[in-house]
T-cell receptor, first 110, second 114 residues
């Protein structure tokens, strides 16, 4: 089977840095991606890691360790608008179905 | 503008009725997906399709049906066999292939059984 584990909730202060972890189990690995979803809205793609290491895109970075089946999303200089749910996702063993974790609800406080 | 469109945004259904949710994309994507979202459950895959006239069941396909007669369209029917259909339904599309996992989502349809 396949599973993705991430914390259900994280709270952080505006201007701070927060890390959202994701551990996965899958028989075929094709990379780890991250999505953001504001309340009631559509999820939007943030980043994708196929190889080990850190990918940086502005205030957001994503890290992958394939040997540990682990990745994280790092959000820097947090802003109130970053309050949202964040999902990690992987393809299934066929490489076609895209499966998501249960999501981490991030609350940014003043 | 290229994108993926779901309609309607809100839908009410009486118990025992079938209802069809629309999903159209003009991104020329081969792959399309349907997800169900309940509070605290994340996105659960209902069905997905890689090419026209072909689709596969996801984790929670029971009580749902789909068709893929055109590349642009992937409608989802919620049948009376689905015992708890009230949820937020999201449609997505992506390029074919395993290296690019960026999926584009519609704005969703919120279905309520009354």
């Amino acid at each position: 089977g396949q599973s993705l584990e991430q914390p259900s909730e994280v709270t952080a202060v505006e201007g701070a840095i927060v890390q959202i972890n994701c551990t996965y189990q899958t028989s075929g690995f094709y990379g780890l991606s991250w999505y953001q979803q504001h309340d009631g809205g559509a999820p939007t793609f943030l980043s994708y890691n196929a190889l080990d290491g850190l990918e940086e895109t502005g205030r957001f970075s994503s890290f992958l360790s394939r040997s540990d089946s682990y990745g994280y999303l790092l959000l820097q200089e947090l802003q109130m608008k970053d309050s949202a749910s964040y999902f990690c996702a992987v393809r299934d063993e066929s490489g076609y179905a895209l499966n998501f974790g249960k999501g981490t609800s991030l609350l940014v406080t003043p | 503008d290229g994108g993926i469109t779901q309609s309607p945004k809100y839908l009410f259904r009486k118990e025992g009725q079938n209802v069809t949710l629309s999903c159209e994309q003009n991104l020329n994507h081969d792959a399309m997906y349907w997800y169900r979202q309940d509070p605290g459950q994340g996105l659960r895959l209902i069905y997905y399709s890689q090419i026209v006239n072909d689709f596969q069941k996801g984790d929670i396909a029971e009580g749902y049906s789909v068709s893929r007669e055109k590349k642009e369209s992937f409608p989802l029917t919620v049948t009376s066999a689905q015992k708890n259909p009230t949820a937020f339904y999201l449609c997505a599309s992506s390029l074919q292939g395993t290296l690019n996992t960026e999926a584009f989502f519609g704005q969703g349809t919120r279905l309520t059984v009354v």
